[in-house]
T-cell receptor
Framework: DVKVTQSSRYLVKRTGEKVFLECVQD?????MFWYRQDPGLGLRLIYF???????EKGDIPEGYSVSREKKERFSLILESASTNQTSMYLCASTYPGQTYEQYFGPGTRLTVT | KQEVTQIPAALSVPEGENLVLNCSFT??????LQWFRQDPGKGLTSLLLIQSSQREQTSGRLNASLDKSSGRSTLYIAASQPGDSATYLCAVRPWGGSQGNLIFGKGTKLSVKP
């Protein structure tokens, strides 16, 4: 079974702090994704990566950066957290094979106060 | 721009009913469509994936169909149970979309009453 894990289930941070969210997958997947999910807005893609050290912006990259130093690990960084970044953050991974089926982690509920 | 719509946004049914959840998309040029389940405060669990060349996929009490030409997919749940209560999301992978990106609908929140 594919396993995607995220470093924290719940996180509370203060405005202006630098925040790191980590995601690890154990299936040697090439592609990894960060989404945020908000009521009424659904899932929106922040960044994705298709290889180590490679990244591409998604629909809402402003205020975020990412790091992929190893194939199994994809980190989302909030350089200076703001209250409008309070959200559920979901990581996913996929192997660029026949189906590109996406597998999700359990999510991190981030609150910025 | 591809858009995915799920109607209704919420649905409440008594236990034992068969039900259908709907998903529509605006551009028929898709690689595949995936149905997910999400429990409150949790991540997404993949239920079924239908390739563009397929018409349906089945897993247990779940059956998903795809009509690419009309831009529609349905998720059929047979003999619903309270444990089926969750939000169901559909997502399409656009043809030519980069590296497996998905476009999501906003989901249908299902409540199955005992």
């Amino acid at each position: 079974d594919v396993k995607v894990t995220q470093s924290s289930r719940y996180l509370v941070k203060r405005t202006g702090e630098k925040v790191f969210l980590e995601c690890v997958q154990d299936m040697d997947h090439e592609n990894m994704f960060w989404y945020r999910q908000d009521p009424g807005l659904g899932l929106r893609l922040i960044y994705f990566s298709y290889d180590v050290k490679m990244k591409e912006k998604g629909d809402i990259p402003e205020g975020y950066s990412v790091s992929r130093e190893k194939k199994e690990r994809f980190s989302l960084i909030l350089e200076s957290a703001s209250t409008n970044q309070t959200s559920m953050y979901l990581c996913a991974s996929t192997y660029p094979g026949q189906t590109y089926e996406q597998y999700f982690g359990p999510g991190t509920r981030l609150t910025v106060t | 721009k591809q858009e995915v719509t799920q109607i209704p946004a919420a649905l409440s049914v008594p236990e034992g009913e068969n039900l259908v959840l709907n998903c529509s998309f605006t551009d028929s040029a898709i690689y595949n469509l995936q149905w997910f389940r999400q429990d409150p405060g949790k991540g997404l669990t993949s239920l079924l994936l239908i390739q563009s060349s397929q018409r349906e996929q089945t897993s247990g009490r779940l059956n998903a169909s795809l009509d690419k030409s009309s831009g529609r997919s349905t998720l059929y749940i047979a003999a619903s149970q309270p444990g089926d209560s969750a939000t169901y999301l559909c997502a399409v992978r656009p043809w030519g979309g980069s590296q497996g990106n998905l476009i999501f609908g906003k989901g249908t929140k299902l409540s199955v009453k005992p």
